[in-house]
């Protein structure tokens, strides 16, 4: 069983930053690729961002040039770091492992000016 906490949300202006963390534990975290998704109210979960055990990296286009995925394995953690947020990023943001049967509780991000 995998516990995954996600933290690091909160409010910001439209192009102001926030960084996640998402912290694993339960198991080999660096055996994993991770994810990141976020969902809003009325639509279905969305893929976000992926890192692999190696470190490589893929994002959403509707994130990219704007959102890092990054881990720490010696922390068990990976992070997102988000510059120029846009009001349309407003989710609330999960991590996961693919196939990953258990989801914390996630992190709030509203941008609004």
């Known amino acids: 069983q995998v516990k995954l906490v996600e933290s690091g949300g909160g409010l910001a202006q439209p192009g102001g930053s926030l960084t996640l963390s998402c912290t694993a534990s339960?198991?080999?975290?660096?055996?994993?690729?991770m994810d990141w998704y976020r969902q809003s109210p009325g639509k279905q979960r969305e893929w976000v961002a992926m890192i692999s055990t190696g470190g490589s990296t893929k994002v959403a286009e509707a994130v990219k040039g704007r959102f890092t995925i990054s881990r720490d394995n010696a922390r068990n953690t990976i992070y997102l770091q988000m510059n120029n947020l846009k009001p349309e990023d407003t989710a609330v943001y999960y991590c996961?492992?693919?196939?990953?049967?258990?989801w914390g509780q996630g992190t709030q991000v509203t941008v609004s000016s």
């Open positions: 996961n492992r693919p196939q990953g049967a258990h």
């Open positions: 339960g198991d080999d975290f660096r055996r994993y690729n």
